[in-house]
């Protein structure tokens, strides 16, 4: 997994008017104070540069402070329990969303970043794009061969996630298929990002195919799955950081920074929930690759 260099920015004291308090009085982050932080795995690095330039400590222990494990859906119902004080995560899952009502918890979130869901084959695959209409016919299971989409005749194995992870819940609000997305077989669903690309990328009838990820985790954490696999380009236009910041790559959606909505004002989560929607946690983003919302 590929580790960034701490950023340069120095954060020891923060100004509590970023949460609206008097702006004479300042409140200062240690390792005993700082908030329970979890979240998506492609939040992973914002999280390690948060924490370490928030407690002014090297990037390994800031990655030993907080835990982003466990599927999206798992770490938004922690918060919700009071595991968590605050995330760094992708979409909302509907479960996520019945189990806070349940709860009668409500949440604060704001979009720090936008990212992309993207679509891997095999380097060995000779299809370089896919239409908006033919990954959907491949995952309500009309389009079944890559023959039908411009590639060899061979059948398409259309890899999809578990229902609670991160990336299926973008899958299922970017495509919207509803009750017509195909029921997967076991073997082809898979519970982990990284078993995801392994399947794409390095299992046996790779070359047959089809799965999806976020762009970052793959581009800024797996970086080196690229050796054996594509990331396709859908409708004409291929991923990038601009094609995601721009909206003309068609799968983009945006990732949160979450607390629950009665934190106090003066409370440790809430003044680095400011902190990071600051032009200062933009400006640290930034620094980590991401695609920051301004």
């Known amino acids: 997994m590929k580790k960034t260099v701490a950023a340069a920015l120095t954060l020891t004291t923060v100004c509590a008017c970023l949460a609206g308090c008097a702006p004479k009085s300042t409140f200062t982050f240690t390792e005993d104070n700082y908030p329970k932080m979890g979240g998506s795995l492609a939040n992973l690095p914002l999280g390690e540069a948060v924490t370490a330039t928030v407690l002014n400590i090297d990037r ?35 479960e996520a969303k019945e189990y806070c009502s349940e709860k009668s918890t409500e949440l604060e979130m704001t979009a720090i970043g936008a990212d992309a869901l993207v679509f891997i084959c095999s380097l060995e695959n000779e299809v370089e794009n896919l239409t908006s209409e033919n990954i959907e016919k491949i ?44 029921d997967a077989p076991q073997e082809t669903r898979i519970d982990s990002m990284i078993g995801l690309l392994e399947a794409v990328a390095d299992y046996e009838n790779s070359e047959d195919a089809l799965g999806y990820t976020v ?33 003309s790559y068609p799968y983009t959606n945006d990732f949160y920074v979450v607390i629950r909505k009665d934190a106090a004002p003066d409370s440790p989560e809430r003044i680095l929930y400011n902190w990071i929607i600051s032009e200062q946690g933009k400006e640290l983003a930034e620094k980590e690759n991401y695609v920051v919302k301004r």
């Open 215 to 247: 762009y970052y985790y793959l581009t800024n954490m797996e970086e080196e799955k690229l050796g054996t696999s594509k990331i396709l380009a859908v409708d004409g236009i291929s991923p990038t950081n601009d094609t995601i910041a721009d909206g």
């Open 139 to 182: 995952y309500t299971g009309e389009v079944t061969n890559w023959s039908e989409v411009g590639g060899s005749d061979h059948p398409i194995i259309a890899y999809q996630r578990n229902k609670d992870s991160g990336s299926q819940t973008l899958f299922d609000k970017l495509l919207n298929l509803g009750d017509r997305l195909t």
């Open 60 to 94: 390994e222990k800031a990655s030993s402070m907080i835990k982003f494990e466990g599927s999206t859906t798992d770490n938004y119902i922690a918060l919700a329990d009071g595991e968590f004080d605050i995330l760094l995560a992708y979409e909302m899952s509907e």
